[in-house]
């Protein structure tokens, strides 16, 4: 495959590939290195990845652009903790990805990461607010008090206080 993701650096001019070969930056918020992807297809081996090595700072906005196809998405899943590469070393605010088990990476994933999705991916019969208030819910820490607090405090911050409807209707007024 030509078609490579390409990082959009909004902040500095970093490039994907030149920025690892210093010293480690304590900043960084996620380091790649030498990350590989490959899936089995019926048809053969399919390299989605192929040698990554990228460090991004913490606090930097960043894209990542590309043709369909040219990996985007299998770089997300590897950077969220969702999927793991065929190779290569992934940390995220200096852990090291390759040696958690599930429970670390779905914590990980539940405290520290945060997917917004093209399509919205929302449970239909959950009101808006249920539909926030659903993954902590996993917190233990933060009591049900603390949760309706956090609730509406995001709620208010996007305008969708005081909006009661479900999240599928809200979903498809939004459609219309
Ligand atoms: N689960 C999978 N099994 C087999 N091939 C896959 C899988 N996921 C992605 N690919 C292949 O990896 C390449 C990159 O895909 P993807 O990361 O989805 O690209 P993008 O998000 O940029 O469109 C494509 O050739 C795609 O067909
Ligand atoms: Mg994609």
Redesign the pocket.
């Known amino acids: 495959?030509n078609a490579v993701?390409t990082l959009v650096h909004t902040s500095r001019n970093l490039s994907g590939h030149d920025s690892v070969a210093g010293l480690p930056h304590d900043d960084s918020i996620i380091r790649l290195q030498d990350v590989h992807r490959t899936?089995?297809?019926d048809r053969g081996a399919?390299t989605?990845l192929r040698a990554i090595t990228l460090d991004i700072p913490r606090g930097d906005l960043i894209a990542v652009v590309?043709?369909?196809?040219?990996?985007?998405?299998?770089?997300l899943?590897i950077m969220g903790g969702i999927d793991k590469p065929s190779r290569g070393s992934v940390r995220v605010e200096n852990q090291d990805l390759m040696t958690m088990g599930e429970a670390r990476l779905s914590d990980l994933r539940l405290r520290r990461i945060g997917f917004v999705f093209q399509d919205a991916r929302l449970i239909p019969v959950l009101t808006v607010a249920e539909s926030v208030e659903f993954p902590l819910l996993f917190r233990s820490e933060i009591s049900s008090v603390e949760r309706k607090r956090k609730v509406s405090r995001v709620l208010e911050r996007v305008g969708l206080a005081d909006k009661h409807e479900s999240a599928g209707n809200a979903l498809r007024r939004r459609g219309l």
Request: aromatic share 6%; hydrophobic share 20%.
């Open positions: 495959m993701p899936f089995g297809t399919c989605a590309g043709p369909s196809g040219s990996g985007k998405t299998s770089l899943n």
